[in-house]
Structure formats: structure tokens, C-alpha cells
């Protein structure tokens, strides 16, 4: 008997630190087991006796990529408590800051930390001395998001002009009317490199995902929307810890999700918000991903850097309509009182389903605080996704193996640190006819 053993003590191009280790017997595939080692951080319990009005600043601190997801969150649950639904114009505002977010994350993952891996070059610097224009269109895409979250939120990291009723201050007109030309630039940017990434060679792998993702009756949804499944699941934010439940995995210090009704894994993200939403995109994205050959429904999960890509476009052109409508809502935010009650409330992440839910009391403190980020939700999905990719590929060499499954789990764009609440890979092939 050969035992063989690959390691690989940092995951480049993900967010967050954790380990793989992965038994082979043979032709068969024993145990594949995605460790997250990183130490949890508790932001829920920080939360527990603080005001609820703090709650959007200190949720923002979770994640420096995504805050604004944690803000959207965060606020719409606690209105939620207090009985507080915001007029139109303070939502469209807040769907104006997330379109930043989306852009600038999609297009950090898509070209900064997946387009290396189907390039066969090891970073973005290498991408940039082989198509330097490429980079300079990425970089220039993403500011363009950065200056949308600094126009609405305050500043691009960790913005702070949000709270909960609305915001501290609504921009000026001339402030959103200014995002307006490089809005429309991106635009085309964006449909370029869509165009530019269906020419990319993607593995031929698809697994018959249960999508999970918002629905929204009339729109593509990012704030707003009711929780709906593949499988026929349709339910309200308030019920989501009816359906949905995590454990605690001894491997790890993020918590993994599943259903309750038979203990299944699910998908939430850019390929599930895809497939259950197709036809909320305006016509005009629609035709571009079928261009970009895309069907409405993508089950191949390599191909989430083409669904990205769609949705930066979306986004772009999204922003760039709630911009030209501008005018500043009047005022800025509305009253929410504290009250004994519980709220909860699910929002799109760029990486898919964003939970909160809080309990306050009437002396406006916060009783108990719940975050259900994607990527712990995501977790049993990205073992399944492996076990089935290296099946597949047996005959790989160790190396190239090794490769396939980084790239398998940068496909999910995974923030580690959010879950904890990657990669040391470790390949034991046993038994006769090991590679």
C-alpha cells in the first residue's frame, strides 16, 4: 500500500485561512474534510448589550469587502423590530450603495483572485505584464463601485454614514450626479469583460445544485425579497430558522448550514441569485450572458466568474438608473423608537444570503444578535463540489490535482473570516493503482 501525501500550507487569492484534507483508497474518494482553523470572533456576543443603533457600525467591522451587506442587514432587521418599513426614496438609496458593493466586490474576485487560475498564471501582477489594459479596465471597474459606497455611505471601507432609519445624511444631488459618466462607462466596461471571459476555458463540472437565494416580485434582489429554493421552498425572512440550521463541525471553527427537513446541503450566491432571478435582469443583461453563453440557469461552478460578471453588469446599469432618478430624499432618515420585539431579515451579499436577527428591549439595548454569513452556509456545498471534482480527475497528477481543488474553492469567492465565527491541503491516495 502507497500513501502519498500533498500539503499546502497557504491558500492564495481567498479571504481567510483553513485546510483541506482529503483520504483516497484507491479509486475512491474516503473523506474530504475543509478545516477553517481561523479563531472565531464573536461579533454576536460583542453585539449583546450594546444599542441597537450601533448595530450597522459594528456589523460593518466583520468584513472589509462586503460591510455594506452586514450594514443592510443589520439595519433592515432592526426596523423590522420597531414595526419601520422606510419610504421608497431612503430604499432606492440603500440599493444605490449596495450596487457599489456588489461592482467592486465581483470584480475584486473576478479578475484580482480568479482569472489567475484559468490564465495558469499564479497572481494578478502576472495577468497585468501579459494584458496590462485588462488589469487597468478591472482596476478602474472597481473604483468605480469604491466611489459609489463613498458617495452614499461616507467612505469606500467600512462606510459610516448609514444607520438604522435611513441615513445620517443623504447625499447632494451634484455628489450622485457626478458617479454618473464613469457609471456609464462602466457599463461597457463591464459588457467587455464579460465578452473577454467567455472566451476563458472553464472545466467541464456540474452538480445539480439546491439553489438558495432571495426573490423579489418585481426586481433583482439585493435588500429585499422572500427566500425561495430550487426545490420549491418560499418563505419569509422570519422563517428562515424553520428551514435552516447549523452545527458545529469538530474541523472547524465556522458553523455549517443545512436544511432541516432532510439535513441537505444548498448553494447560495452569484450561480443561485442567477438561476432563481433570471428574469428579473432588464433584457439587455439577459441577451449579453445568453452571448456570453450562459443559459438561465448555470450549474457549473467554475462558470460563477462569467454569473459575476453578469451581475456586475447589471449592476452598473442598475446604479446608473437610480443615480439619474436622484433627488435627495427629504429627510434623510426616519424616526425608529425601541422596542421589546425581535427582528430578522435577509439580504444578497455578493456572496450570496446574508441572515441577521436581534432581539431588543425598549431600552434600546440589543438582547441577542444572530449572523448567518453565506460562506458558512456554503461550506458543505464547497466538500460536495470537491468530492466530486476529484473523483472526476483521479488520473491528475498531485500537483495539478492540488491546483484544481484551490481553484474549486476559490469559485465560491469564500470569506473565511466572515464564517468564523485557506489552505493546507493534505492528499493521502492509499491502496493499489495510486497515483
Request: charged share 20%; proline share 6%.
Amino acid at each position: 500500500m502507497t500513501k502519498r501525501t500533498i500539503k499546502v500550507d497557504y491558500l492564495a487569492r481567498v479571504e481567510g485561512e483553513g485546510a483541506l484534507h482529503v483520504r483516497i483508497a484507491g479509486d475512491r474518494v474516503e473523506h474530504v474534510e475543509l478545516n477553517i482553523f481561523e479563531p472565531p470572533r464573536y461579533f454576536e456576543a460583542l453585539l449583546r448589550g450594546r444599542d441597537f443603533r450601533e448595530a450597522p457600525d459594528i456589523t460593518a467591522r466583520i468584513c472589509g469587502i462586503c460591510p455594506v451587506a452586514y450594514q443592510m442587514s443589520a439595519v433592515h432587521a432592526m426596523e423590522a423590530a420597531c414595526g419601520v418599513t422606510l419610504p421608497t426614496p431612503l430604499q432606492d438609496l440603500r440599493r444605490l450603495l449596495y450596487c457599489g458593493e456588489w461592482i467592486q466586490s465581483h470584480v475584486l474576485h473576478a479578475f484580482m483572485l480568479h482569472a489567475p487560475d484559468f490564465l495558469g498564471l499564479a497572481s494578478v501582477v502576472e495577468i497585468a505584464k501579459r494584458e496590462p489594459a485588462l488589469v487597468q479596465q478591472a482596476l478602474r471597474m472597481k473604483k468605480a463601485g469604491n466611489a459609489i459606497i463613498a458617495a452614499v455611505g461616507g467612505r469606500e471601507v467600512h462606510p459610516i454614514n448609514v444607520k438604522v432609519g435611513g441615513f445620517y445624511r443623504a447625499p447632494r444631488r451634484d455628489e450622485i450626479a457626478g458617479l454618473r459618466d464613469e457609471l456609464a462607462w462602466g457599463r461597457d466596461a463591464a459588457a467587455a469583460a464579460l465578452q473577454w471571459a467567455a472566451g476563458l476555458d472553464y472545466p467541464d463540472f456540474e452538480r445539480d445544485y439546491q439553489f438558495v437565494a432571495l426573490r423579489h416580485a418585481a426586481e433583482y434582489p439585493m435588500n429585499a425579497g422572500r427566500i425561495v429554493s430550487s426545490r420549491g421552498l418560499d418563505i419569509g425572512a422570519a422563517a428562515y430558522e424553520q428551514h435552516f440550521a447549523e452545527t458545529h463541525e469538530p474541523q472547524s471553527t465556522a458553523l455549517h448550514s443545512h436544511l432541516i427537513a432532510d439535513g441537505s446541503a444548498y448553494l447560495v450566491g452569484p450561480l443561485a441569485r442567477y438561476a432563481l432571478n433570471f428574469d428579473r435582469l432588464p433584457a439587455e443583461v439577459q441577451a449579453a450572458a445568453k452571448a456570453a453563453g450562459l443559459g438561465a440557469v448555470c450549474r457549473n461552478p467554475y462558470q460563477s466568474l462569467l454569473v459575476r460578471l453578469v451581475e456586475v453588469l447589471f449592476a452598473f446599469g442598475e446604479a446608473l438608473r437610480l443615480a439619474e432618478a436622484y433627488a435627495p430624499p427629504e429627510p434623510a432618515s426616519v424616526e425608529v423608537a425601541p422596542q421589546d420585539g425581535s427582528g430578522c431579515w435577509a439580504t444578497e451579499a455578493p456572496r450570496g444570503l446574508l441572515y441577521h436577527r436581534y432581539a431588543i428591549g425598549g431600552d434600546s439595548l440589543i438582547r441577542q444578535a444572530k449572523i448567518v454569513p453565506p460562506t458558512s452556509q456554503n461550506q458543505p456545498s464547497i466538500e460536495a463540489d470537491l468530492r466530486g471534482v476529484i473523483e472526476a480527475n483521479l488520473d491528475m497528477t498531485d500537483d495539478t490535482l492540488r491546483h484544481r481543488c484551490e481553484q474549486t474553492i476559490r469559485n465560491y469567492d469564500p470569506c473565511i473570516s466572515c464564517a468564523t465565527h485557506f489552505l493546507t491541503l493534505t492528499l493521502d491516495r492509499q491502496g493499489e493503482g495510486a497515483a
